[in-house]
Nanobody, 120 residues
Framework: QVQLVESGGGLVQPGGSLRLSCQAS????????MAWYRQAPGKQRELVAI???????RYADSVKGRFTISRDNAKNIVYLQMKRLKPEDTAVYFC??????????????WGQGTQVTVSS
């Protein structure tokens, strides 16, 4: 019984900024990693950024230097701070968590997706 709830998506002009949030809740034992993916129309879902339990991060080349992933471990929240946004960043953004529940089962969970549109 795990839910990932996203917020922060919307419409922004090129060069602008947006911060996405995703909170995981439920019978969580341990979160090993949280990530942001995105899927643009007609394209496959791609990894944008990921942060593991130790705080290590990695990013897609297309967003390096512009996006920052961070976490609040106490609240089970992952953020994606997006700066200098480009029209090419337009996509549905999905939150993902690699976690174990109290029973010991480990698997990935997905948020519902939130639309980010970069347009003037």
């Amino acid at each position: 019984q795990v839910q990932l709830v996203e917020s922060g998506g919307g419409l922004v002009q090129p060069g602008g900024s947006l911060r996405l949030s995703c909170q995981a809740s439920g019978s969580i034992y341990s979160i090993y990693a949280m990530a942001w993916y995105r899927q643009a129309p007609g394209k496959q879902r791609e990894l944008v950024a990921i942060i593991n339990s130790g705080g290590s991060t990695r990013y897609a080349d297309s967003v390096k230097g512009r996006f920052t992933i961070s976490r609040d471990n106490a609240k089970n929240i992952v953020y994606l701070q997006m700066k200098r946004l480009k029209p090419e960043d337009t996509a549905v953004y999905f939150c993902n968590a690699d976690l174990s529940v109290l029973s010991g089962l480990r698997r990935n969970y997905w948020g519902q997706g939130t639309q980010v549109t970069v347009s003037s």
